[in-house]
């Protein structure tokens, strides 16, 4: 097994050629082009505005002004998260040709799929970065060190589960179908467009064994709330548990890789 | 030396598509790393079974066999693409197969962009590629249009780009499933000059074909696999000699049953409802003769096959058979053949004709003689006869042939007549085309050079 992940390192220059080929791919053809990689948050955030601003108002606590950049903070990074999920699920099944034809590693699939939509994100900061100015928000520049630690802990975390998810879906094509849901579900267990505080106190202990709660929180502190980043004890136990779900989502997509080239 | 590939007593065993055992088979390989986990016998499928061989440095070696035999299996053991159940392969240097060409291809991006992902999916670097480029780029003929989405490419232009990429990585070791059916003549032609260029580079080929011609011509030595197991290695000329007696054998007995089902539909026919044609031309008795004789004809040109007629002269067994003597249904061009008719005649009569019409595939007629046209003068058939009909050269072009075979009156009244019920299969190591194949030979005079491959 840890051969085969020092191999992962070997590839690096297949997945950063295939990570381009994927963000080249998916706007060639549309007049906008690697505009859109803006435009998607930038609508997103406009209609979140809308709904708090004008529909639902006072749904919120007035200290969290501006509401939608509150949720913005969470959104931006569970749209990572979620695309990445719901890709990789079927990103064996889609490179099939490859699996069977080609001799090609096939854990570079999902790790290109986390890794195009990471990149995605990173186009969406600018748009977060345009609206904190705007709103004049003040960002510690200290806590902002915390920023990187958040994306990685969060990658290896979402790579260890895009992992599994992509063997699992091989052997059971359910999955697929049943993920959309999961992940839906997912968003209103994570606070995004609730703050922790608003949550009912028995359902916070809940909240809190879900992994994604805490990386929420921790963009949130570093980028929205002032003062100091005090949730950094639970993200460097989460990046220790993302390590362990990457070893896991690892280890099983090893033992199933004798299966890919025949199930697929 | 270490040999390019070893391959070492490799067994692949597949499991068979079934819904119920999905979950054992998840669960059995996260478990305990076998895929296969506790599947019975009847649930698996067993490809290969304890082949070995080994390819030498430089040498350029077939696989032939049957569809379904395992040779694609093997390549991708070789491959790596999937792993033996059983046994090792090694393999000595870079590979490079070329199992499905542009596999890697993404639609949307240009050629150009392809070709730079291929290469890197094929293990080259961005520099290596760059430099290249130009090389892959004219051996695709593709100089107009690399800068087009792939999506817009023809499948040749496709196939030809992959071809290209695959053989430019440069390997020690190619592995060739196939892939020569890629574009015109000219490019086929530029396939095989790479592949010379290959061995006079001292580069190991696993070519896995159909095409006998190729591995004759082309390797070193051959392998013939069948059912996953190995049935002959060797000298290609021979191992390719062994495998195309052992497919006329199969393709003999297939006929054989074919032949056998035919005739005993028509004869369950002939039980359950007696033709009316007896009673057509007993009432047009009195007709003149030409009405029967274009009856007769239209019918001999009728293309269901079947079998009719009163019986009163009855055939009641056909053999043909080859040069051997040996009864058959596939034969060389140019082999002398006989169709005998083993008959009974159960009645004393002098009013008797024996016919053959030879038709190929396409139902066009080839040849059609009758005893009655060819002024033989009946005389009297009483009890059991044989007809034998000799061709002392079956100038034919490969295909498939089928037989009719009547005895009736010289009216046509028909005693029995056999439509279509037998066929038989010529084979010829020439490619001509059409149906006849005279007897001929070539000669060349003055400014001319020209030598005989044969």
């Not at chain 1, 520049?141 to 290896?156: D, G, K, N, S, T």
């Amino acid at each position: 097994m840890f051969s085969n992940l020092a191999k992962l390192l070997r590839y690096r220059g297949l997945i950063q050629t295939l990570v381009v080929r994927d963000l080249k791919a998916r706007y060639r053809g549309s007049v906008l082009g690697f505009f859109w990689s803006f435009f998607n948050p930038l609508l997103l955030l406009l209609i979140y505005s809308f709904v708090f601003t004008q529909v639902l108002v006072g749904a919120h606590d007035p200290a969290m002004e501006p509401y939608a950049l509150f949720m913005f903070c969470g959104i931006l990074p569970w749209t990572w998260f979620s695309s990445s999920i719901l890709e990789s699920a079927n990103t064996l099944i889609a490179g099939g040709n490859l699996i069977k034809k080609v001799l090609f590693p096939a854990e570079v699939l999902p790790v290109v799929t986390v890794l195009a939509n990471m990149v995605h994100f990173f186009f969406g900061l600018p748009v977060l970065v345009a609206f904190l100015i705007y709103y004049r928000r003040p960002v510690d520049p200290l806590e902002l060190l915390w920023f990187p630690v958040i994306v990685l802990v969060q990658l290896v975390f979402t790579i260890g589960l895009a992992l599994f998810l992509s063997a699992l879906t091989v052997h059971f094509r359910d999955l697929k179908d049943l993920l959309g849901n999961i992940v839906q579900l997912w968003f209103f267990a994570t606070p995004i467009i609730y703050p922790m505080q608003q949550a009912p106190e028995n359902m916070r202990s809940w909240l809190n064994l879900n992994p994604m709660t805490h990386i929420m929180i921790s963009y949130q502190e570093v980028l929205f709330f002032p003062g100091p980043h005090g949730h950094w004890k639970w993200l460097l136990a989460l990046a220790a548990g993302s390590i362990a779900v990457f070893l896991i989502g690892y280890f099983v997509f090893d033992r199933l890789r004798d299966s890919f080239a025949e199930e697929v | 030396m270490t040999p390019a590939i070893d391959v070492i007593n490799v067994s692949k065993v597949y499991r068979r598509y079934a819904q119920r055992k999905q979950f054992a088979t998840l669960k059995s390989a996260i478990l305990s790393g076998s895929l296969l986990g506790d599947l019975r016998p009847d649930e698996t499928f067993q490809a290969l079974r304890g082949v070995s061989f080994q390819v030498p440095k430089g040498a350029t070696f077939g696989v032939i066999g049957r569809n379904g035999s395992g040779k694609s299996t093997l390549l991708k053991c070789v491959a790596g693409i999937t792993r033996p159940t059983e046994g090792e392969v090694r393999v000595d240097g870079r590979i490079s197969a070329l199992i499905e060409l542009g596999a890697g291809f993404h639609p949307e991006i240009s050629g150009r962009e392809n070709i730079f992902i291929n290469g890197i999916m094929l293990g080259l670097t961005k520099r290596e590629i760059q430099q290249r480029f130009d090389e892959i780029v004219e051996f695709a003929e593709m100089q107009d249009f690399i800068d087009a989405p792939v999506k817009t490419y023809s499948s040749g232009m496709y196939m030809r780009l992959g071809f290209a990429v695959a053989v430019h990585v440069d390997p020690e070791v190619l592995l060739v499933d196939e892939v020569l059916a890629v574009g015109d003549q000219g490019f086929t032609h530029k396939c095989l000059d790479k592949f010379a260029e290959f061995r006079r580079r001292n580069k190991s080929i696993l070519l896995v074909t159909h095409s006998l011609d190729l591995v004759e011509k082309f390797c070193d030595e051959a392998h013939w696999l069948d059912k996953g197991k190995t049935k002959g290695e060797g000298d290609p000329k021979r191992v390719v000699a062994a495998y195309v007696i052992d497919v006329e054998d199969t393709e003999e007995n297939e006929l054989a049953k074919a032949e056998a089902a035919r005739l005993a539909a028509a004869a369950k026919e002939i039980a359950a409802a007696p033709p009316p044609e007896p009673a057509a031309v007993d009432s047009g008795e009195g007709a003149p003769q030409g009405t029967a004789e274009d009856t007769a004809h239209r019918d001999g040109f009728k293309s269901d096959d079947g079998r009719w007629g009163t019986r009163e002269i009855e055939i009641m067994k056909v053999t043909i058979s080859g040069p051997d003597g040996e009864a058959g249904h596939v034969f060389q061009s140019g082999d002398p053949i006989e169709v005998r008719m083993d008959v009974v005649a159960k009645e004393k009569t002098n009013d008797f004709v024996f016919g053959l019409g030879l038709f190929n595939a396409d139902n066009v007629c080839v040849y059609g003689t009758n005893t009655n046209l060819e002024e033989f003068q009946p005389t009297e058939i009483e009890g059991d006869a044989a007809v034998t009909f000799k061709i002392d050269h079956l100038d034919l072009v490969e295909g498939t042939y089928r037989l009719d075979l009547a005895a009736h009156k010289a009216d046509g009244y028909p005693y029995d007549y056999h439509r279509l019920l037998y066929t038989f299969r010529v084979k010829s190591r020439i490619r001509d085309v059409g149906i006849y194949r005279p007897d001929h030979s070539w000669s060349f005079e003055g400014g001319i050079k020209i030598s005989d491959q044969k």
